[in-house]
C-alpha cells in the first residue's frame, strides 16, 4: 500500500485566498484524521472522521476552516478565507479501527502570506 | 482533564549515550499508550506501543513500560545514535477509544 497521501506538499498563498487540502487514506482504514502543526501549538486534532461521517470536529478552530469526506478514498480540508496565522503543517491521518495505530501522511505545509 | 505530559526539550545526547524521555499521563481508565517518532520533514509514524498495564513495548532498540502505578511511560535507549535525531510524541488512547491524546513532543537532538 502506498500510505497515506496527501497533496499538495508545499502550499504558498496569499492572504485571502481559498486553500484546500487533500488526503488519501490507506484503504480499507475506517477512521481518518486531520492534524495541524505549528511550532507555538504543537500538534493539534482538527476533525475526525468515522466511515466518512464527522465525529468530531471541536478542534477546527473558527468557520474559515471546513472538511469533507464524500467517499472513504478521499477527504478535504478547506480554509477560505486564509491568513497568515493559519500558516502550519498539516497532517492527516488514518487507522484500521477505533484506538488504532494511526498511520500518518507527510503533511502539507502552508505559508499564508 | 486526560491529558499526555512529557519532559520539555530539547534534548541533546552524545552519540552511544542513554536516554530517557519522561511521560507521564491522566486518564480514567487504562488506555493504550504509545510512542510516536517524527524525522525532519515527514509525518509521525509508530515507534511503539503498550496495551495493558505492565506491558513493554519495544522496537529499534527503544523501549517503554506500561507503569499503572505512577501513570507513567518513559521511553529509553540504551545507546542513541545520530539517526536517532527526532521529535518524539507520547500519545493515549482517548476515553472513548477512538482517538488518541498526544503530549507536546520532546526533540532530541544526537551529535557524532
Known amino acids: 500500500d502506498a500510505g497515506v497521501i496527501q497533496s499538495p506538499r508545499h502550499e504558498v498563498t496569499e492572504m485571502g485566498q481559498e486553500v484546500t487540502l487533500r488526503c488519501k487514506p490507506i484503504s480499507g482504514h475506517d477512521y481518518l484524521f486531520w492534524y495541524r502543526q505549528t511550532m507555538m501549538r504543537g500538534l493539534e486534532l482538527l476533525i475526525y472522521?468515522?466511515?466518512?461521517?464527522?465525529?468530531?470536529d471541536s478542534g477546527m478552530p473558527e468557520d474559515r476552516f471546513s472538511a469533507k469526506m464524500p467517499n472513504a478514498s478521499f477527504s478535504t480540508l478547506k480554509i477560505q478565507p486564509s491568513e497568515p496565522r493559519d500558516s502550519a503543517v498539516y497532517f492527516c491521518?488514518?487507522?484500521?479501527?477505533?484506538?488504532?495505530?494511526?498511520?500518518f501522511g507527510p503533511g502539507t505545509r502552508l505559508t499564508v502570506l | 482533564g486526560d491529558s499526555v505530559t512529557q519532559m520539555e526539550g530539547p534534548v541533546t545526547l552524545s552519540e552511544e549515550a542513554f536516554l530517557t524521555i519522561n511521560c507521564t499521563y491522566t486518564a480514567t481508565g487504562y488506555p493504550s499508550l504509545f510512542w510516536y517518532v517524527q524525522y525532519p520533514g515527514e509525518g509521525l509514524q509508530l515507534l511503539l506501543k503498550?496495551?495493558?498495564?505492565?506491558d513493554k513495548g519495544s522496537n529499534k532498540g527503544f523501549e517503554a513500560t506500561y507503569r499503572k502505578e505512577t501513570t507513567s511511560f518513559h521511553l529509553e535507549k540504551g545507546s542513541v545514535q545520530v539517526s536517532d535525531s527526532a521529535v518524539y510524541f507520547c500519545a493515549r488512547e482517548d476515553n472513548y477509544g477512538q482517538n488518541f491524546v498526544f503530549g507536546p513532543g520532546t526533540r532530541l537532538s544526537v551529535l557524532p
Open positions: 491521518a488514518s487507522s484500521l479501527r477505533a484506538g488504532g495505530e494511526q498511520f
Open positions: 503498550a496495551t495493558k498495564a505492565d
Open positions: 472522521f468515522n466511515n466518512n461521517v464527522p465525529i468530531d
